[in-house]
């Protein structure tokens, strides 16, 4: 479905929602959102609940222009300014020092806070009208995987969020690239769709990863973005064996590969997802929920390649694969693991 702008009356209704302090979801050029007013504690307070979300984890603050930022940054330093200038309206999420008005239940009680500009066209015609900040997360209940279809917000929470809007398929797929500007030098906190080297060609001292100092995105490195059922990530060389071992006792096997299949297997189901970053990372969490309902004892996830424009993909892949599932697994699996080291790419 092509991206356009929904009917007024949709928009109104959602408008009439968030200033009732009802939840909406909606479309954003990487996910779909969760929103809330952002000035309505008890309605930020419901995001948390509806999510099952810890209160620690903070909340993006969703703005329709750049001249916004004063009301929810302390200040701007010159690098945020920067990178707002060459992003937004887009996939990138700047961490700022907050504003003192800005509610602790969206900060997650820190004293910095997440802002980002969308540039989907449904995103900018909902916040226009509604005229504030709309404080939302990925809409998919907490640890699952992010929903970039209208279709799996109600997946996600049925009758429990009534206003969804449906602003077709989200073009990139992934969540934001998030930026912390908090210290002297910014630091990328969560790859995204807006490379590190992009980042850098604007502000060339931008450092990549978290480090014990620098704040915390929470959620960046707890078990994320999984499917319910286990998975693993296997070098393409031994993709084939491992199916193998694995459907030996008729159990179905479910495969995420960026080629088809070099031997059939009646057990398993493979997705051909291509050697194209953007187009993988688009369909990526299509593909994990359509694998996860697929019967599958186990999904298994060809790596991905070297290079950056796969590093979004790589770390929502590592952070989808879990040390827990290893543990469901049976011995002759266990050791089979052991013997691919590496390959099986758990963190
Ligand atoms: O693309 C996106 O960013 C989507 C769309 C809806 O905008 N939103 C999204 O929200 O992915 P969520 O809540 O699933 O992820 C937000 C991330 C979390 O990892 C959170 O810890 C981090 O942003 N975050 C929010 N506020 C922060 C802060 N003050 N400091 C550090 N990290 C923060
Ligand atoms: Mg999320």
């Known amino acids: 479905m092509v991206t356009a702008r929904l ?5 109104d209704v959602a408008v009439d929602a968030l200033r009732d302090g009802e939840l909406v979801a909606f479309p954003t050029e990487t996910v779909y959102g969760l929103g809330a007013d952002a000035q309505n504690p008890d309605a930020v307070r419901k995001v948390y609940e509806v999510k099952g979300r810890p209160a620690t984890h903070p909340l993006i603050v969703h703005i329709d222009h750049p001249r916004l930022l004063e009301r929810w940054a302390l ?17 990138l999420t700047l961490v700022l020092r907050r504003a003192p008005a800005v509610d602790l239940a969206i900060t997650g009680g820190q004293d910095t806070v997440a802002v980002r500009v969308p540039s989907h066209p449904v995103a900018q015609q909902l916040l226009r009208a509604f005229g504030g900040g709309i404080a939302a997360p990925s809409a998919n209940r907490y640890g699952h995987v992010s929903p970039t279809r209208a279709d799996h917000v109600r997946d996600e929470f049925g009758d429990a969020v009534k206003v969804v809007l449906d602003g077709g398929d989200c073009k990139i797929g992934l969540e934001s690239t998030i930026v912390s500007c908090v210290d002297a030098v910014p ?51 031994t993709l084939e064996e491992v199916v193998a071992q694995l459907t030996a006792d008729h159990e179905k096997v479910a495969v995420l590969a960026m080629r088809p299949p070099r031997l059939a297997n009646r057990y398993m189901t493979w997705v051909n997802a291509g050697r194209r970053a953007d187009v993988y990372a688009r369909e990526l969490y299509v593909n994990l929920r359509t694998l996860d309902k697929s019967g599958a004892k186990e999904i298994l996830v060809e790596e991905v390649p070297p290079g950056e424009s796969w590093d979004a993909v790589r770390d929502r892949l590592r952070r989808a694969a879990s040390v827990e599932n290893l543990v469901t697994v049976d011995p002759d699996i266990a050791a089979l693991r052991a013997d691919f080291g590496e390959d099986i790419g758990l963190p």
């Open 7 to 11: 009917p007024q009356d949709e928009i």
């Open 75 to 91: 200040s701007v330093p010159p690098a945020a300014q920067a990178l707002a200038d060459r992003f937004w309206p887009g996939p």
């Open 187 to 237: 630091r990328l906190l969560r790859p995204g769709f807006i490379t590190l080297s992009q980042l850098r060609s604007v502000v060339p001292d931008v450092v990549a990863g978290s480090d014990a100092q620098a704040p915390r995105a929470p959620g960046s490195d707890a078990k994320h973005y999984a499917p319910a059922t286990p998975l693993s990530i296997v070098n393409s060389r």
